[in-house]
């Protein structure tokens, strides 16, 4: 009994910290929705591939561009202000996670809760900036959007059924 609480323990705690250690490993500068270096997780997300995609599959005019890049500035701030903030709560995660004595997952939910959180102000916000600029766009742009999100589709099905094959 005794060696089966600890075999799981070890699993959650090796998925904890696997969960935070993706969460603070992010997309290169000036990804996912302007966000910081090093900072979210999102860009694994179908949803998190959005604005990258827009950016560069839908041949912005230049008022498009001025326009994107307002649209940006005007969030930065606040993006920042949350990767920072998500930072900081994963760092308080993981040091309560390794650090010595008892602790049960009770112990965490605070930490747990407070990510969450952020992480959902985080896609929000990075959807509030992905509208405003997918309403720049004109119908034939978002179809060339349309056509290149459907080939990385195809690609990404082939390269799943490439690993999974015998």
Known sequence: MKKRFVVGFAVVAAVCVAAVTVAQVGPPHGGFMGGRPGFGGMMGDGAGMVLPLILRHAALTTD???QVQQIMDTNRQQLHALFDQLHAANDVLVNRLLAPGPLQAQD???QIEQIAQLRQQLMLQGLNN????RALLKPEQLAKIAQVKDQMQQLHKQMRDLMESD
Not at 130 to 133: E, G, H, S, T
């Open 64 to 66: 498009q561009q001025t």
């Open 108 to 110: 965490l939910q605070p």
């Open 130 to 133: 992905a509208l405003a600029i």
